[in-house]
Every structure is written in C-alpha cells, then in structure tokens.
C-alpha cells in the first residue's frame, strides 16, 4: 500500500504540517514530523473527516455527503467539534489578575449590569469602576461561553527593561532565520552565493569567513534570513552565537571530506539550542564526493537523516554548480512552517548584537537581528551596556531604511560606544530611560569586577599566610 508524507495530506487539507500533527495527536496516531509517512487508508479518513468538519460549519453542502457510514459519522462529528473546542480555545479572552469591572465588560462584549447580574449571583458586590480578581472573572466569561486566559504579569528585568509577553492575537508571522554552519572551506558563503546569486567568497581575505555576515532572500514570496559563519576553528564562539539565535541551521559538509571536527562543533551547537538541522551535502560535483560515507559518519555523530531512518533532511547540493539549491530551500521553508513562527510587529524592539566594531568614520556600528517588535530610525535603544539613539539603519542589501520588523538583520549607527557582539538588545521609550539603564547595568559590571579583583587579593593574600 502507498503511503502519503504528512506534509503532503496537510498541503491537501489546506493546513499547516504542525496543524495536521496537533490533529493526528487527538486521533491518538502519534508522527515525528512532517516527513513522516502515512498508510494511504489513514490519509483517506482524514480526508473524509475535513470534508465532515467543513460540511459541519456549511449547511448548504448537508445532503452531499449522508452516506451509509453513520457509525463513523457520528464519531468523525465528534472529533470534529473537539477540533473545533481547541480552535476556541486558541481564541481565549486574555484577563489580567484583576480587572475594572467596566473594563472586563468591554472585554468580552457584554454589559456592566449583565456583569453585575452574574456578580450577584456569585454573592460579589462590586461597581462599575471596581476591580474584581481573575478568578471571578474567569467563572463569569466561561458562564457566558468564552474561553479565558489568565493574563502574565508585566515583567521588569531588574534595569527597568519591561519585557511583556506578548497576547496571541497580536502575533503574526515573521520569516525565519536561518545560520548556516559547517567546517572550514566545506562551502558556506559559496552555499550563500549560489541562493543569493552573488560572489561573496571570492572577495574575502584568504577566502575565509571572519564575520557573521547576515543576508536575506526572498523565495516564492517569502523572506529567509541567513546568517553566515565562520568554519575556522578560531571562530567558536561566533558559531555558539548563530545556533542561539536561528531557527533552523543549516549544516554543510563537503562531500569528498566528510565530517570534520568543526561539524562536530556545529552539530552540538545546533543541539544545545535544540535548533532542528538540514544537512546540505555539499560539493557533490566532485570525482572524490562520497555521500554515503558522509551519511555514515553523520549518524555516529547523532545525525540520522531520513533515509537511513531518521528525521534530518538532508539535500545533496552542489554550490559552485547551483544544483540543488531549489530543493534546499524548498525544504527549509517546508521546515519553518512546521515552526509556525510569530513574533509581534507592533511594539519597540528587541533582538540580539550579531557583531559590532568602532568604523573610523561612522563611529560604532553594529550588526543586529530584530526577534520581535519593529526597529525604527530615532528609537532609542539599549544593548548590553551601551546606548544610543538609531541614527541611520542599512539593511543587506547596503540600502538606508527607516524601520526594521520581526527577524530583520541591520546595521545600526548612533551607539554611544561598541557593544558586545551576543549582547540582548532593547528599544526604549526614550533616551533618558536608555541611559539611566545603561548606568545601572555599568554600575553593576564595576561592582563584580571589584568583587573578582577584592576576592583575588584576598586569596593571594591566605596563600601568603
Ligand atoms: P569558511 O567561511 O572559511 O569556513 O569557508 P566556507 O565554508 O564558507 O567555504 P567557501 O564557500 O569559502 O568555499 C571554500 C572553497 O570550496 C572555495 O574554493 C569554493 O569555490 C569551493 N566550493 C564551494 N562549494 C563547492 C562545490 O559545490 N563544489 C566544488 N567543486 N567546490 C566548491
Ligand atoms: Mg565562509
């Protein structure tokens, strides 16, 4: 019997992989991911089951589909409506730990003496304009039918930066990031070329890679972002830094090398940030290219790729001659769909310092990677323990822009020193507030520093007695 992928079926039922995985786990069929195959039987039921839930929300379409299966009519009904309770739930009213009673009637749509009706009825007397605590108004919106969510208190960090999780209505998705890793020379920036259509690698000095370089290209319509790496084993930080923040790494290894020590590196780095891998096989034009070598020594080294019965894709490319780079991307998107990544455009920003270094003329420049919110021209903002206000942002492509969203690499000027490279990055509401941090936070570092040199003295001081 032919079997069906699941990100094939999910395709068909117009749903993302991640989607029809949640829903195969109500069905209690349990699947890895979206490769992961399907008998054809199981495919058609779900098929016939999508066509039930629709035909559930449409009466126009009623009559079409009353057959003799009334037995698993009547079940698929069922699995249906708890899809369709979980789709609610999704949907649930957000309520902070307490709440103005005029307030929560806006929230959810109904009046303040309806409220005051149910209030009543718990045996609470509270106005219009007095609070009343979460779990009150939890027991009143689920009276009314609505699912609720309890609210996460805003959180300071202890320099005043607010982080403040973000409501799921407000999310929208955003691109992924993508860093590429691999072993010296084993072709990255070539891989980077060859999806760009540039020629980065012949223009760096000794043909090596000393920078995260940050690039982005757009593919049927969507943005990835790419982060290169450094292979060389100087770099490992670097390295550590591009798992932490991507997505999805993309590992190359040459295919007449095989896998080398810094593969390992980027394989545990990967790993450690439990950031799913592709491997691309590189340089299979090569007389000497042995991929099943390389599949070989990548399952010793914990990387079992799918044909070999594992859940890493792995695409046979070949950078200098283009082969195989449609392929590739076509599964890094397939891959970040199944991550369904969000992240919230309208609020102040944050991300993380890719690199930075002092430019004779332009003063501190660093490169940074927007994670969530939107970057505009004049935000003041905080990165580690430096500030600034953003005077002037350039995106990759070398072009001045104005504002950077959710999973956008720019270089930024107006820093008022260098800030590290790995450094969290916050916008602020204004500059006073940025420096006012900044000072607590250099404050703070002078503090350890004396405690590290006070505890040194100390101890040399015992070795003497
Ligand atoms: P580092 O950044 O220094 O770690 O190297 P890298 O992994 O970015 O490798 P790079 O792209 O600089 O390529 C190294 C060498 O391999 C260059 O001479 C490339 O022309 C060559 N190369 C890259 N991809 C291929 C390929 O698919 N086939 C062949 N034959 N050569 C390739
Ligand atoms: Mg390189």
Same mark, same amino acid.
């Given at each position: ?63 079409? /589909? ?40 806006? /929230? ?233 990544? /969000? ?100 404050? /703070? ?21």
């Amino acid at each position: 019997m032919s079997k069906v992928r699941v990100y094939q079926l999910a395709k068909e039922l117009g749903m993302s992989s991640k989607e029809l995985i949640n829903k195969l786990a109500e069905l209690d069929i349990t699947v890895t991911n979206h490769m992961s195959a399907l008998e054809e039987e199981t495919a058609d039921i779900l098929k016939e089951l999508y066509e039930v839930k629709r035909e559930d929300t449409n009466e126009k379409t009623e009559n079409k /589909k009353k057959t003799n299966k009334k037995g698993s009519k009547n079940k698929k009904t069922k699995e249906a409506s708890k899809i369709e309770e979980k789709e609610h739930d999704q949907e649930a009213i957000m309520i902070p730990e307490t709440i103005v009673v005029q307030e929560f009637a806006n /929230k959810i749509g109904k009046s303040v003496s309806e409220i005051i009706t149910k209030l009543i009825g718990l045996g609470v007397f509270a106005s219009a304009n007095q609070n009343i605590d979460y779990d009150v108004a939890a027991s009143i919106a689920l009276d009314f039918g609505m699912a609720v969510q309890k609210e996460e208190e805003k959180e300071e960090d202890e320099f005043g930066i607010e982080e403040i999780p973000d409501r799921p209505e407000d999310l929208k998705e955003r691109p992924p990031v993508i860093t590429v890793m691999g072993h010296v020379d084993h072709g990255k920036t070539s891989l980077l070329d060859a999806i760009r259509n540039t020629n980065v690698t012949s223009r760096e000095a000794g043909g090596i890679t000393q920078h995260i370089g940050a690039s982005e290209v757009e593919v049927n319509g969507k943005r990835i972002v790419f982060l290169d790496t450094p292979g060389h084993e100087a770099f490992t930080s670097m390295r550590a830094r591009g798992a932490s923040i991507t997505d999805i790494a993309i590992l190359v290894v040459a295919a007449d090398d095989g896998v080398m020590p810094q593969t390992k590196e980027a394989i545990s780095h990967a790993k450690a940030a439990g950031v799913p891998i592709i491997v691309a096989l590189n340089k299979i034009d090569r007389p000497n290219a042995n991929p099943d070598r390389v599949k070989q020594e990548l399952s010793e080294n914990g990387v079992l790729i799918e044909e070999w019965g594992g859940d890493t894709i792995c695409v046979p490319v070949s950078a200098l001659k283009g082969e195989g780079i449609d392929n590739l991307l076509e599964m890094i998107l397939l891959v970040a769909e199944m991550q369904e990544l /969000k992240a919230n455009p309208n609020k102040l920003a944050s991300g993380t310092v890719i690199e930075a270094k002092l430019d004779k003329s332009r003063g501190p420049v660093a490169t940074i990677l927007v994670q969530n919110g939107t970057l505009k021209v004049g935000d003041s903002i905080v990165a580690g323990a430096v500030y600034g206000r953003i005077r002037a942002m350039v995106n990759d492509k070398g072009n001045n822009i104005k504002k950077a969203g959710p999973a956008t690499a720019v270089e930024i000027l107006g820093l008022s020193d260098v800030p590290e490279a790995g450094d969290r990055f916050n916008a602020v509401k204004e500059d006073k507030l940025a420096r006012q941090i900044v000072e607590k936070r250099r404050a /703070k570092i002078r503090e350890e520093s004396l405690n590290a040199t006070a505890k040194v003295s100390l101890e040399d001081l015992f070795k003497h007695i």
